[in-house]
Nanobody
Framework: QVQLVESGGGLVQPGESLRLSCAASGSISRSYSMGWYRQAPGKQREFLAIITSSGSTNYQDSVKGRFTISRDNAKNTVYLQMNSLKPEDTAVYYC?????????????WGQGTQVTVSS
């Protein structure tokens, strides 16, 4: 069982930055990937970024160049640096943890952290 605790959300103005963190704890004994998703009101949850155990990254096109995912393996923590935020980035942001070789349905999710971009 893996637990995820997210932090770093808040209210910012357009053009500002935020850094989200997600710390994983529990029985972490093998390789894993971690990612970020978001869900805006009335919309489905959407993929934003993922970082594998080897450090490879992949991003949704709409956030490429503005968002950067990184991880600290010693702390089992993943970060999402978000720059040049726009009102359309307003959503609840979720962290995802998935052991290598396990199906998506068995991945773990954080509780979510609200990001609001508004002037």
């Amino acid at each position: 069982q893996v637990q995820l605790v997210e932090s770093g959300g808040g209210l910012v103005q357009p053009g500002e930055s935020l850094r989200l963190s997600c710390a994983a704890s529990g029985s972490i004994s093998r390789s894993y990937s971690m990612g970020w998703y978001r869900q805006a009101p009335g919309k489905q949850r959407e993929f934003l970024a993922i970082i594998t155990s080897s450090g490879s990254t992949n991003y949704q096109d709409s956030v490429k160049g503005r968002f950067t995912i990184s991880r600290d393996n010693a702390k089992n923590t993943v970060y999402l640096q978000m720059n040049s935020l726009k009102p359309e980035d307003t959503a609840v942001y979720y962290c995802n943890f998935r052991f290598v070789g396990t199906p998506a349905a068995r991945s773990s999710w954080g509780q979510g952290t609200q990001v609001t971009v508004s002037s």
